[in-house]
């Protein structure tokens, strides 16, 4: 038996909204994104609630110049997998990352979870 994972053609608005963001940005407008609630794992630090994710997004997420490609889109059960190649002015120059994007009830960001793609 084989599974086949559904690509998605059509992210949420949140995701989509998220993805589009960058260093022109305004950190509150992308914090919005999220839940009261909500967790971000990034580069092994946990960000706990909106404002965590505020500051989050005013420090470490704007620290860089960088381009992002989309490269795959997918939703395995209620997560949603983006996974872009971002290539800039970072320690190495280029990364493929995974970002794994749990919904709330609502439409915003409940957990998001980045990591190297494998």
């Given at each position: 038996m084989t599974h086949s994972t559904p690509q998605i053609t059509e992210l949420p608005k949140a995701v989509t909204a998220f993805l589009a963001s960058?260093?022109?940005?305004?950190?509150?407008?992308?914090?919005?994104?999220?839940?009261?609630q909500a967790v971000v794992v990034d580069d092994g630090h946990t960000y706990r609630?909106?404002?965590?994710?505020?500051?989050?997004?005013?420090?470490?997420a704007r620290a860089f110049s960088y381009t992002k490609t989309?490269?795959?889109?997918?939703?395995?059960?209620?997560?949603?997998?983006?996974?872009?190649?971002?290539?800039?002015?970072?320690?190495g120059?280029?990364?493929?990352?995974?970002?794994?994007?749990t919904l709330g009830r609502n439409g915003l960001i409940e957990s998001l979870t980045i990591a190297a793609a494998d």
């Open positions: 960058d260093a022109t940005t305004s950190p509150q407008t992308t914090a919005e994104l999220f839940t009261e609630g909106r404002a965590a994710i505020l500051d989050w997004r005013s420090g470490a989309l490269t795959s889109a997918q939703q395995l059960g209620a997560v949603i997998e983006v996974t872009e190649r971002l290539e800039g002015d970072f320690p120059g280029r990364v493929d990352l995974r970002s794994s994007f």
